[in-house]
Nanobody, 131 residues
Framework: QVQLQESGGGSVPAEGQLKLSCVKSGYVRSDHFCMAWFRQAPGKEREVLAS???????NYGDSMKERVTISRDNDKNILYLQMNVLKPEDTAMYYC????????????????????????WGRGTQVTVSS
């Protein structure tokens, strides 16, 4: 089994930045291991921000595409999300997710950007952006 623990959330003013971290523990045997960041605001559906395969292939969702960067340290089992130029509408709970399903692209395996493809979830870290 895999456990995920997010950190790095907080309250920031508009135009600010935050870097979220997600520490993975545990192990699951698979040819693929994907990690992703999602967010969910009150009354809204959970939406993907970005996903990254062990091989480094990245997919970004549409929500914050120009303002986030996902990265992972496979040796330390940590996933990161750098968020820049934050806006009040970015206020949400941010979740780390992990899964073992991937799809094939010309560049090799890539991770999905839909929530139902992920098996493991952290409890989330709150991000609040004030105007």
């Amino acid at each position: 089994q895999v456990q995920l623990q997010e950190s790095g959330g907080g309250s920031v003013p508009a135009e600010g930045q935050l870097k979220l971290s997600c520490v993975k523990s545990g192990y699951v045997r698979s040819d693929h291991f994907c990690m992703a960041w999602f967010r969910q605001a009150p009354g809204k559906e959970r939406e993907v921000l970005a996903s990254i395969h062990t091989n480094g292939n990245i997919n970004y969702g549409d929500s914050m595409k120009e303002r986030v960067t996902i990265s992972r340290d496979n040796d330390k089992n940590i996933l990161y999300l750098q968020m820049n130029v934050l806006k009040p509408e970015d206020t949400a709970m941010y979740y780390c997710a992990a899964g073992t399903r991937a799809w094939w692209s010309p560049e090799g395996p890539r991770c999905y950007i839909v929530a139902n493809k992920y098996n493991f979830w952290g409890r989330g870290t709150q991000v609040t952006v004030s105007s």
